[in-house]
DNA sequence: CTATATACATCGGAAACCGATATAACGAAA
DNA sequence: TTTCGTTATATCGGTTTCCGATGTATATAG
């Protein structure tokens, strides 16, 4: 691949979608799963691992927690990136439709 | 991830995609990069590892090929999974659009 | 003749995902 | 009250995929 705007993980866009507001990591699992109509279902190890790795980038941070929960919320450039996502997304598939529309039909 | 119709990566579909018309390796780099406004540009280690990737799964063969060039064309099978790829980012981007839609403004 | 573009291929390293495993607290049912 | 399912976080090893570098070779343009 290698440009500008980096591809997002499937799993990484839709941790960023669930943070609209604050949330705990087992209710982004939820939330994940939920806003895609039950088709993604997050992994434990893919989701604990993309949690550390989003504060590292400093698209997420922690947003408190009450009991043994840990809350975390999206930062600017957490939204940035979701964006930037979103338009990459929109080219990819303006791109598909009109590619595969021209086949055998 | 883990689901039904898991997720492709963008190499890959730009990689379906230009199989529209048998192509040989490197002509899929170019096409890739065409088609994609030239934000997408596939290193040779990900253009012939995914070749190999693809045949396996039968998604492309062979094609024949002039001189040293080696052609391929995309398989049935491909073009399911292109379009199998192509639904769900149009879900993707639908739901980035409802959610993100919602965020400050 | 030499540099650039074409063309294929492999290698090692880095990400990211997954499933399994571990731990632990909670609430409900038996 | 004990046991089971859910909530909740975390780590580990294995697999896949990508990338950039490197290697080889031919063709074409300057």
Redesign the pocket.
């Given at each position: 691949?290698?440009?500008s705007s980096?591809?997002?993980?499937?799993?990484?866009f839709y941790i960023l979608l669930s943070l609209g507001q604050p949330l705990?990591?087992?209710?982004?699992?939820?939330r994940t799963e939920e806003l895609s109509g039950g088709r993604?279902?997050?992994?434990?190890?893919?989701?604990?691992?993309?949690?550390?790795?989003l504060q590292d980038k400093g698209w997420i941070e922690p947003a408190g927690?009450e009991?043994?929960?840990?809350?975390y919320r999206i930062t600017p450039d957490g939204r940035a990136a979701a964006r930037a996502e979103l338009a990459r997304l929109r080219e990819l598939t303006h791109n598909g439709e009109t590619i595969i529309g021209g086949w055998t039909e």
């Open positions: 691949m290698a440009e980096s591809a997002l993980t499937e799993a990484v705990h990591g087992y209710g982004i699992m939820q993604v279902k997050l992994a434990a190890g893919t989701l604990y691992g993309a949690l550390t790795t927690g009991g043994r929960r840990k809350s």
